[in-house]
């Protein structure tokens, strides 16, 4: 080890031995929580080709490791705790760990992957293989089973669409966060819902069903209550805001099942803003299968689309996801719409345990890699 810890999150490895069977670390941080998973090595030759995921020995969740929201110190420790949490749960040490794959929210430039990488070096045996990723390739090898090809879609708290060609080549669009306006997002539903709230007060817009659902939801009696005037929720000088007493993103996307249930009631408000959501939507996927060519030259090409998210869950009549696929369909009838089998964190570590294949084919080994 680089750095001996007297206290802190590896505490546990003092009483234990390591053990025998080599493991992947794999890692999915988004803006909500932050999953990592602990898989073994199960034995394989050069030309295995996995159908299926290897088993899960141990699974840890935390909070947000998007450094963007919570700053540098808070996001490594996250990230730091939840890989402890789960090498500790299978019982486990850093010694065992062959490779590491972060997909971590807020990746979005070489200067963010290093950064993780030298934190990742001071953490790890010098013989371990690290891989750091934004989310969003974590999510498209959930569907591929670590095949790095189509293009997935990310709604949840934020969104965002990122693609893959086979020879190598990337693209992404939209997951620029709520201040750039990634407006299909739960976030975004969730905040455009608050505004038709505030406007149809106002006189500014139509009235809408979504201001009783909102009020109710919230315990609220006034939207004066969301903003500044007479609430539960005060700020220091005694002025109520909902909205602003803590405005993070996950928080307010909570709200889009209000606006759901106000559109499957017939709500015309709710209903457009929905609809505003799925064309939001369904652009980012199309700007990056022109980009990529994914579609191919007729743009009939059959390509796989991954969707991630609850925002595009099939839980309800008002179906996002359904209604997204099918306006891409129109433009590229070649859509192959998954909906992965396996978490975006076990796609992480399929992502590091289809890398050790290649390394393999590279060895040219005839036996089983261990």
């Known amino acids: 080890m680089k750095r001996n810890r007297i206290r802190g999150p590896w505490d546990f490895e003092h009483e234990l031995t390591g053990g025998r069977q080599k493991l992947i670390l794999g890692l999915d941080g988004g803006t909500t929580d932050t999953v990592c998973i602990c898989m073994p090595i199960t034995p394989f030759t050069p030309n295995h ?12 969740v935390a909070g947000c490791s998007n450094h963007n929201s919570v700053g540098e110190t808070a996001a490594r420790e996250t990230l730091e705790q939840v890989m402890a949490e789960a090498l500790l749960k299978s019982g486990s040490t850093r010694s065992s760990v062959r490779a590491v794959c972060l997909a971590v929210s807020g990746v979005n430039h070489p200067t963010d992957q290093q950064r993780i990488l030298d934190w990742l070096r001071d953490i790890f045996p010098s013989d371990v293989e690290f891989f750091v990723e934004n989310d969003a390739v974590a999510a498209l090898a959930s569907g591929t089973m670590g095949k790095l090809h189509g293009c997935v879609l990310i709604a949840g708290t934020g969104t965002i669409a990122y693609g893959y060609t086979e020879d190598g080549r990337e693209a992404r669009a939209s997951g620029a966060g709520p201040i750039l306006g990634d407006w299909g997002s739960g976030y975004g539903i969730a905040a455009k819902a608050l505004t038709a709230v505030i406007r149809a007060y106002d006189g500014r817009g139509p009235q809408t069903m979504l201001t009783c659902s909102m009020l109710h939801e919230l315990q609220l009696s006034s939207p004066d209550e969301l903003i500044g005037f007479n609430s539960p929720y005060l700020n220091l000088n005694g002025i109520a805001r909902w909205t602003y007493a803590d405005p993070s993103w996950a928080r307010i996307a909570t709200l889009v099942p209000v606006v759901v249930s106000c559109a499957e009631a017939g709500d015309q408000v709710a209903n457009d803003i929905l609809l505003h959501a799925v064309q939001e939507l369904a652009s980012s996927v199309k700007a990056v299968v022109h980009r990529l060519g994914l579609c191919g030259k007729d743009g009939k090409d059959t390509f796989p689309l991954v969707m991630v998210g609850g925002i595009l869950e099939a839980n309800r009549r008002w179906d996002i996801g359904k209604e997204v696929i099918s306006c891409i369909a129109n433009d590229f009838p070649g859509t192959h719409p998954i909906r992965p089998k396996v ?3 076990v796609g992480a570590a399929l992502l590091a345990w289809n ?16």
């Open 49 to 60: 080709n996995p159908l299926e995921a290897p088993p899960v020995y141990a699974r840890a």
């Open 343 to 345: 978490e975006p964190a």
């Open 355 to 370: 890398y050790l294949i290649e390394q393999a084919q590279l060895d040219q080994s005839d036996g089983d890699y261990v």
